[in-house]
């Protein structure tokens, strides 16, 4: 008979292709790991695993194995997920991941309330691109992922939150009118700084920019929103900036926001999960929290009035 540990075991020896990665990963001996993959072989009748003195790699058996294996292996987290959840809301474990033009923005707001209202909750967090988190959210390796949507994955169900526009962010001059409204054409493409490659945030930036005519971009790429402010402050370019970030990375006296013409520029901000997932009382209560959380950085940042920002727009518009 198959067990689930055989099959974990074989999931991490196929995803790390290395006996040792793999029983590091299980908190396991190698040689542990290595008797319960021949096991499994023995089980299922067929060669898994072709090994060799440097590497490992997977027969086309061992291929179909693992694909299985990982859908077993998820609708096994969700079984028990549901036994430990549907008493209550919230409670218990909750793998969150969240991308970094996020994070630092929403969390201080978010997790106050979190532990507040639902103190049983043990909450993980995990920073990183959306490509990942969309992988680990369908391999079960985390419970719900807060991104910019939408999360193009047939096995993912959304939620919208809050519509987040960008603002164009570019260095304080005597001359500037911050009531002016951008035109994408103003912007010089040798200019616009973005994030590297990998940050949906570049992405969006580009989309938003490119059927636009605007030539050669800027080949620079930084790894965080607060290098890409640094160099617009000090006049090596401007950026695309969602709004909800301005609060903590305009802070800088040489940096000016503008607004651009109708329609603004803006991403969707939302929850993504997987639609095997029994918990989704756990996300729409989740979803309520960080929307009402939006609204409140939206009365904050009406009433501060950014320069140049018109106090009467709301920073963010949230999703019914």
């Known amino acids: 008979m198959i067990t689930l540990k055989q ?33 499994l ?21 061992g291929r179909e194995v693992a694909r299985r294996a990982e859908i077993i292996l998820s609708e096994a987290r ?19 991941g969240i991308i970094p033009s996020i ?63 960008f603002l164009l962010a570019t260095q304080a001059t005597p001359d500037l009118d911050e009531r002016h409204r951008v035109a994408p054409g103003e912007i010089a493409p040798d200019r616009l700084m973005l994030l590297e490659e990998g940050h949906c945030l570049r992405d969006q930036a580009l989309t938003y920019c490119s059927p636009l005519g605007m030539g050669r971009f800027s080949n ?26 301005t609060d903590v990375e305009v802070r800088d006296e040489r940096i000016a926001l503008l607004r651009f013409i109708e329609p603004q520029p803006a991403r969707t901000i939302g929850l993504a999960w997987r639609k095997t997932s ?25 009433r501060r009035a950014t320069p140049g920002v018109a106090a009467s727009e709301d920073a963010i518009t949230v999703v019914p």
């Not at 075991?9 to 021949?38: D, N, W």
């Not at 072989?41 to 058996?61: D, K, M, Q």
């Not at 079984?79 to 008493?87: E, P, S």
């Open 7 to 39: 099959l974990r075991y074989f999931e991490a020896l196929a995803r790390h292709r290395h006996f040792g990665k793999a029983a590091r990963a299980c908190a396991v001996t190698q040689p542990a790991l290595s008797m319960q993959i021949r096991e």
């Open 41 to 61: 072989e023995t089980t299922v009748g067929v060669t898994l695993v072709e090994r060799r003195p440097s590497e490992i790699r997977l027969t086309r058996e």
């Open 78 to 96: 969700d079984l028990m997920d549901y036994g430990r959840h549907t008493a209550s809301v919230l409670n218990g474990t909750l793998r969150l």
């Open 103 to 165: 994070a630092p923005y929403l969390l201080p707001r978010v997790l106050p309330e979190l532990e507040h209202k639902y103190p049983g909750l043990d909450l993980r967090l995990r920073e990183t691109l959306t490509e990942t988190l969309i992988d680990e959210l369908v391999n079960g390796d985390l419970d719900v992922v807060l991104m910019a949507l939408p999360a193009g994955h047939a096995d993912v169900e959304t939620r919208e939150l809050f519509s987040d526009r």
């Open 220 to 245: 620079f790429g930084a790894t965080s929103l607060t290098t890409v402010m640094q160099m617009v402050a000090a006049g090596y370019g401007v950026t695309l900036l969602p709004e909800i970030c």
């Open 278 to 302: 029994p918990r989704k009382h756990d996300f729409e209560a989740l979803a309520a929290l960080i929307a009402a959380a939006g609204q409140t950085h939206a009365g904050s940042r009406q």
